[in-house]
């Protein structure tokens, strides 16, 4: 089956850099949903799309911008990058806005070094 | 804010043994409650999902409860295997907002 994909699977950037880091949803899944897990940590919800509209947003940075397209993928944008935006950033994805439900099904993360 | 709780932290049992983690969470207005199991360095495997209304769900070895009204889960593990060794991470979906609240896990060593 079908699962989420994340593209790249490994990034190295410097400081002060920008970084995007794509999401392909599980086809006809409409909702996707971005986390960050640092070192040793829980992943934590950074903001979520539901039809290409922004649904909820969590601990997100300023310096960090998402949105989703009009095929559902998704891409995180991330400028000035900081030491302490190395991560494991989860992509998850899921196929109806009934939040009681639905699973959300991750995809393997893309592996952010900040140098 | 909802807060979720995993005990223990780490845990470490000889192959064959049935095992019990625990999951603990503030706020009952949830949706659901998930178990994903991450292997170091991986993606999240998502093992189980429990609606508010249910109690328990099974899927072959494993099978998780849910007790809303005293904000605890359980994953039971039986006839562990070396294989079963990862970190085991249990979130919880609020009524409000789409996101999970995820405890910290229970690295989970099963030894041959």
């Known amino acids: 089956a079908a699962g989420v994909i994340q593209s790249p699977r490994h990034l190295i950037k410097e400081k002060r850099e920008t970084a995007t880091l794509k999401c392909y949803p599980i086809?006809?899944?409409?909702?996707v949903y971005w986390y960050q897990q640092g070192p040793g940590q829980d992943p934590q919800f950074l903001i979520s799309f539901y039809e290409k509209m922004q649904s909820d947003k969590g601990s997100i940075p300023d310096r960090f911008s998402a949105q989703q397209f009009s095929d559902y993928h998704s891409e995180l944008n991330m400028s000035s990058l900081e030491l302490g935006d190395s991560a494991l950033y989860f992509c998850a994805s899921s196929p109806t806005r009934d939040r009681g439900r639905e699973t959300q099904y991750f995809g393997p993360g893309t592996r952010l070094l900040v140098l | 804010k909802q807060e979720v709780t995993q005990i223990p932290a780490a845990l470490s049992v000889p192959e064959g043994e049935n095992l019990v983690l625990n999951c603990s969470f503030t706020d009952s207005a949830i949706y659901n409650l998930q178990w994903f199991r991450q292997d170091p360095g991986k993606g999240l495997t998502s093992l189980l999902l429990i609606q508010s209304s249910q109690r328990e769900q099974t899927s072959g070895r494993l099978n998780a409860s849910l007790d809303k009204s005293s904000g605890r889960s359980t994953l039971y593990i039986a006839a562990s295997q070396p294989g079963d060794s990862a970190t085991y991470l249990c979130?919880?979906?609020?009524?409000?907002?789409?996101?999970?609240?995820f405890g910290k896990g229970t690295s989970l060593l099963v030894t041959p």
């Open positions: 979130a919880v979906k609020p009524h409000s907002g789409y996101a999970l609240n």
């Open positions: 086809p006809r899944h409409d909702t």
